[in-house]
């Protein structure tokens, strides 16, 4: 029996950016080591994943610099080819209920980069907030109206 070499695996994920387009994107070497763990763990470690926000950059990198932005995590998939382009995440995410306290997300967020960078990941979070409490208005207003209905009809 040959001797193998062990692959490296790699964590991939599909994200949809605020302007509806989607991009696959491989999860950074750091974040990819707790994954990993998780994923010993947990056998549902790709839905725990999927919804969450993850800071990438959108350009290739210039003297170590990039553009940013925060893009949704769509789909997960595990592979053993990584990417020799600038499509890395970053090391920072964010679940939806985090995101619900805006203020704590951007902080957390924003990290120690540009001012250009800081104010695309504020209109991306910003943007990806609005969505959270229109769908948060939403549940809302359904529920309200299965109550009004079940009053209406105790008043009958």
Not at 56 to 74: D, H, P, Q
Not at 79 to 101: A, D, I, K, M, Y
Not at 102 to 111: C, D, P, V
């Amino acid at each position: 029996m040959k001797n193998m070499a062990r692959q490296k695996t790699y964590i991939w994920c599909k994200l949809e950016f605020t302007d509806g387009t989607q991009s696959w994107y491989c999860i950074s070497r750091v974040l990819r080591k707790a994954i990993l763990i998780e994923k010993k763990q947990n056998r549902f470690w790709k839905n725990e994943l999927i919804n969450n926000y993850i800071t990438v950059a959108t350009t290739e990198y210039k003297n170590n610099r990039a553009r940013l932005t925060v893009g949704k995590i769509l789909e997960v998939s595990v592979s053993h080819h990584g990417t020799p382009g600038s499509n890395w995440t970053r090391n920072q995410f964010v679940t939806p209920e985090h995101l619900l306290n805006f203020k704590s997300a951007y902080n957390y967020l924003k990290h120690d980069y540009t001012w250009y960078n800081r104010l695309a990941i504020w209109v991306a979070l910003r943007y990806w907030h609005n969505e959270l409490k229109q769908k948060q208005i939403k549940h809302w207003q359904r529920s309200l109206g299965k109550v009004r209905g079940k009053v209406y009809h105790l008043r009958k």
